[in-house]
């Protein structure tokens, strides 16, 4: 801790693998549009040269930090890493993002207005009063659309785009959770940590933002991957309706 950063200042993780295309236009447009913040980039050993682009970066070692790792270990693990790098520092909020331009740099601001107005959690929406989606085939909307769909309906959370992957956390909130608690490494994650915040009580709410299917390199998704998200939202739902039980039992 002690690093001496303005109150209510925050870092931007963006966990990287074979971004290298996108990643220097994602950097100049956060330097632009974002609020102060400093960036961490987890990278998972790209070999696109991912960390001489970081490295060579006038605000690296400043406000553009690296977290080389040595194989492709995943996203959770990227994030949870990320997490427990911003805690051991004087960050308020974190921020998790995608560097392929899929998440826009100027929607920022008005997420972190929402945190700045009590929220604990705040979730970019796709999905939120619409669809607004561009870009994508329909069968990666609708597939999208059911996922949201399936774990609203097993797990109970309102959210209407509990998988996405443009949100802010609060720091104390973070710090509340039990990080080494959360078993998924996939886009599952995103799933799992929202619903260890949502059944703790947290302040969580949704912004609507644009999505835009990325410019460069390929999705991440695939069928272990997928596979991953469905058995742990339903392993999420036993343990929502396994409590459900014990409360009523001991009513």
């Not at 330097?31 to 001489?52: C, F, K």
């Not at 995608?98 to 920022?108: K, Q, Y």
């Amino acid at each position: 801790m002690g690093e001496g950063l303005p109150s209510n200042f925050g870092l931007i993780i963006v966990p990287t693998y074979g971004e290298a295309a996108s990643l220097p236009r994602f950097l100049d447009r956060l330097g632009t549009a974002a609020p102060p913040a400093h960036v961490l980039i987890v990278d998972d050993d790209s070999g696109d040269g991912t960390p001489d682009i970081i490295t060579s970066h006038p605000q690296y070692g400043s406000a553009i930090h690296l977290l080389a790792r040595p194989s492709k270990l995943g996203l959770g693990t990227a994030y949870i890493e990320g997490f427990r790098w911003a805690l051991a520092r004087d960050y308020s909020w974190v921020c998790e993002m995608d560097a392929d331009l899929s998440h826009s740099p100027g929607e920022l601001g008005k997420l972190l207005s929402r945190l700045n107005q009590g929220a604990e959690l705040v979730l970019g929406s796709r999905y939120l009063n619409g669809v607004r989606v561009l870009n994508w085939p329909v069968e990666r909307l609708l597939i999208s659309l059911f996922a949201a769909a399936y774990v609203r309906a097993c797990t109970g959370m309102p959210f209407t785009d509990p998988t996405g992957g443009f949100r802010i956390y609060r720091r104390e909130l973070l710090e509340r959770l039990n990080l080494d608690a959360i078993l998924s490494n996939g886009y599952a994650f995103q799933i799992e940590m929202l619903f260890e915040a949502w059944k703790s009580g947290t302040s969580i709410v949704e912004v609507p933002i644009t999505f835009r299917d990325r410019v460069n390199g390929t999705s991440k998704m695939s069928r272990a991957i997928a596979l991953e998200a469905a058995w742990r939202t339903a392993s999420l739902c036993l343990r929502r309706w396994g409590r459900r039980e014990v409360l009523t039992n001991s009513v």
